[in-house]
């Protein structure tokens, strides 16, 4: 069968790498791909927000499965656009991706469900939420309600903080359109786990926990990123844990979604804080998380492409979903500056040696292709990957990796999955 990914990041080529391995597939495309997806699949340079120009492509082209990557893409109406000509589609609808386009929807979904999150309020005004900030406790949570690059978030330690932070997004428009509406959260603490699930719509299956790390810096300081490496699985997601997840979480919020006429078919993210109080529920994506997937990918046995299509047919109940007993750490090789200012163009030395080792992988995020040579192009450059028998052993290998890589301006956290060490 001939598959279509869209997408171009690190979470892209390891679904491209998983894809690959399936018996099924002949021939893939992905849009707009990157230098590492290329050795995989044909690129073709069709944008994520071209969603009718994606589905006339793959109508064209009679692709039999497209896999939707990115959430933009997703809020946009992509998998609309594609059943609206009939064409086999993994991802949720646009009425669907709400879930993690809309922080408000999300928590009045959550409070409607009795779903365990976070107390909360929603402002469309500014003055009505600097009012409820004079008595609310520190710190605060502000988010701005739409997407905003996973940066819309503010933890404020004093009133005259918060107050700022209502200006910036309700009034000076920081996050732009997504600032129309604030939520303002209870303050949580926790360790935070990400669960990725596949869901047909009417059921929910779980693949294995992860841990990311958003800050730029070791010791979780810095500006937040689009994450920085990964983990999986966490020590902290204990089996009482996912017990509690599975009856308070995961299929009420499937449950819910289809109650309110929103079916909820592709892979829900549930980014989770495990409080003194017990799991509870900080946001949902509507899609797989990058760099989440760079780690649960490599450890699941199934071949995907019949997960993907089990999800479609609303038959997933069937599946078996299997992960190795074993570990995987991702560090990200960043472009010194990120998530700020960074120069890209460096050549990359050093990815062949992945191709001549098992349980080692290179996911390529920000690379592009100059007169035949991988060169950097974007703040996160690429994902390295390896597996090990436990947590321990595979940050080793990861790490080891990393060195095999060499560019101009590389640059890394040193800690990826050190926060596992207090626990193991
Ligand atoms: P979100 O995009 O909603 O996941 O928020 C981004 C990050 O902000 C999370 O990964 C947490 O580290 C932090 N965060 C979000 N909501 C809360 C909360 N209610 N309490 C404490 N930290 C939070
Ligand atoms: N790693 C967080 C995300 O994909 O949003």
């Known amino acids: 069968m001939k598959v279509l990914i869209v997408g171009g990041g690190g979470r892209e080529h390891a679904i491209a790498w998983k894809v690959a391995q399936s018996k099924k597939v002949t021939?893939?495309?992905?849009?707009?791909?990157n230098a590492g997806i290329a050795e995989l699949a044909e690129c073709v340079p069709i944008g994520v927000m071209e969603t009718e120009k994606l589905a006339e492509f793959a109508a064209k082209e009679k692709i039999d499965l497209t896999i939707i990557g990115p959430d933009d893409s997703l809020g946009a109406g992509v998998v609309d656009a594609f059943e609206a000509k009939g064409l086999r589609v993994f991802g949720p609808r646009k009425n669907a991706a709400i879930i993690e386009g809309s922080?408000?929807?999300?928590?009045?979904?959550?409070?409607?469900?009795?779903?365990?999150?976070?107390?909360?309020?929603?402002?469309t005004d500014a003055a009505a939420a600097i009012e409820y900030l004079k008595t609310s406790p520190y710190p605060t949570v502000l988010k701005a309600d739409g997407l905003a690059l996973g940066k819309g978030v503010l933890i404020c330690n004093t009133y005259d903080e918060a107050v700022a932070g209502v200006k910036a997004i309700m009034e000076d428009k920081q996050f732009g359109s997504a600032g129309d509406k604030l939520v303002i959260e209870e303050f949580m603490t926790g360790p935070e786990v990400s669960v990725l699930a596949f869901?047909?719509?009417?059921?929910?299956?779980?693949?294995?926990?992860?841990?990311?790390?958003?800050?730029a810096k070791d010791g979780d300081r810095g500006l937040n990123t689009g994450g920085m490496g990964t983990?999986?699985?966490?020590?902290?997601?204990?089996?009482?844990?996912?017990?509690?997840?599975?009856k308070y979480i995961y299929q009420p919020t499937i449950d819910a979604m289809k109650a309110?006429?929103?079916?909820?078919?592709?892979?829900?993210?549930?980014?989770?804080?495990l409080t003194p109080n017990g799991p509870r529920v900080l946001e949902y994506n509507a899609r797989f998380g990058d760099p989440e997937t760079q780690v649960v990918l490599p450890r699941m046995e199934n071949d995907i492409v019949d997960v993907f299509e089990a999800c479609i047919d609303g038959t997933l109940d069937a599946i078996d979903l299997k992960f190795a007993d074993n570990a995987a750490v991702c560090v990200v090789?960043?472009?010194?500056?990120y998530p700020e200012h960074y120069e890209k163009g460096f050549p990359i030395e050093g990815l062949d040696t992945f191709k001549e080792k098992d349980?080692?992988?290179?996911?390529?995020?920000?690379?592009?292709?100059?007169?035949?040579?991988?060169?950097?192009?974007?703040?996160?450059?690429?994902?390295?990957?390896?597996?090990?028998?436990?947590?321990?052993?595979?940050?080793?290998?990861?790490?080891?990796?990393?060195?095999?890589?060499?560019?101009?301006?590389?640059?890394?956290?040193?800690?990826?999955?050190?926060?596992?060490?207090?626990?193991?």
């Open 199 to 215: 869901c047909d719509g009417n059921i929910i299956k779980t693949m294995t926990s992860a841990q990311d790390h958003k800050r």
């Open 260 to 273: 309110e006429g929103r079916p909820f078919v592709g892979v829900l993210f549930v980014g989770l804080m």
């Open 27 to 33: 021939k893939m495309y992905c849009a707009p791909g």
């Open 333 to 337: 090789l960043a472009s010194d500056g």
């Open 359 to 424: 349980g080692y992988y290179v996911f390529h995020a920000g690379t592009k292709l100059d007169n035949g040579k991988v060169v950097t192009n974007g703040g996160r450059v690429l994902g390295v990957v390896a597996v090990g028998d436990d947590l321990k052993g595979a940050r080793a290998n990861a790490y080891a990796a990393t060195e095999w890589i060499s560019f101009a301006n590389k640059y890394k956290r040193n800690d990826i999955g050190k926060a596992i060490d207090s626990v193991q």
């Open 103 to 123: 922080k408000a929807f999300s928590k009045d979904l959550m409070k409607k469900y009795h779903i365990p999150t976070a107390a909360y309020e929603v402002f």
């Open 231 to 246: 983990f999986s699985p966490t020590p902290f997601y204990t089996e009482e844990v996912d017990a509690f997840c599975k």
